[in-house]
């Protein structure tokens, strides 16, 4: 009696937890994907035994040959050369955001714009190892130097935000101390 009073009481989702609705046939006009057959062996057409003896059939992929594998090379270095410029955008908006006021924000921005490219390009030989053989160095010399003009690129997206923020010596009064005193011309004496 007390059984039936906590069934009855418990939430209707505890009951459809307890008691699955029963699962219903697999509609048969849709057909199995080539690979996975449908646990009835009944329900298996002829079109999808066909289907999975071709699979079977398929001939191994054939190895690519040496000019294929040089130019999959080259496009990856290329992939790779103009990774820095892909960045660029994201950079100069965030450097332009932070302001021109000497912060830390500002400055942290400033460092890392002249730390990566600079990293970048005395890291070219180790990012491009990997893509270089005998047949492809030409080529791969190529995209090393647009991988260097990219950097310098980024570099100067730095040097620009230094210049922004007053950093850099670009005005006469920034090189007073180097400035010779002019002699005058006419000295000027108090009367009485």
């Keep these: 009696m007390s059984e039936l009073k906590i069934a009855s009481e418990s939430p209707k989702w505890v009951a459809s937890l307890n008691n699955p609705p029963a699962h219903r046939s697999k509609n048969t006009s849709i057909p199995d994907p080539p690979g996975f057959p449908s646990s009835q062996p009944s329900a298996v057409s002829a079109k999808q035994k066909k289907d999975a003896a071709k699979i079977e059939k398929a001939a191994p992929r054939k190895a690519p040959t040496p000019d294929e594998m040089d130019t999959l090379k080259v496009k990856k270095a290329w992939e790779v050369a103009l990774g820095p410029i892909k960045g660029l955008p994201m950079t100069g908006i965030m450097m332009y955001m932070s302001g021109n006021s000497l912060q830390i924000f500002s400055i942290m921005m400033v460092f890392m714009a002249f730390k990566n490219p600079i990293m970048g390009i005395l890291a070219t030989n180790q990012a ?26 980024a570099l100067a997206l730095g040097i620009w935000k230094l210049n922004q923020m007053g950093l850099l010596p670009t005005t006469r009064s920034d090189w007073l101390a180097w400035e010779t005193q002019r002699e005058p011309l006419e000295h000027a004496v108090f009367a009485l």
């Design 128 to 153: 491009f190892e990997r893509f270089e053989s005998d047949s492809n160095r030409s080529k791969i010399i190529q995209v090393k130097l647009a991988y260097v003009a990219m950097q310098l690129v």
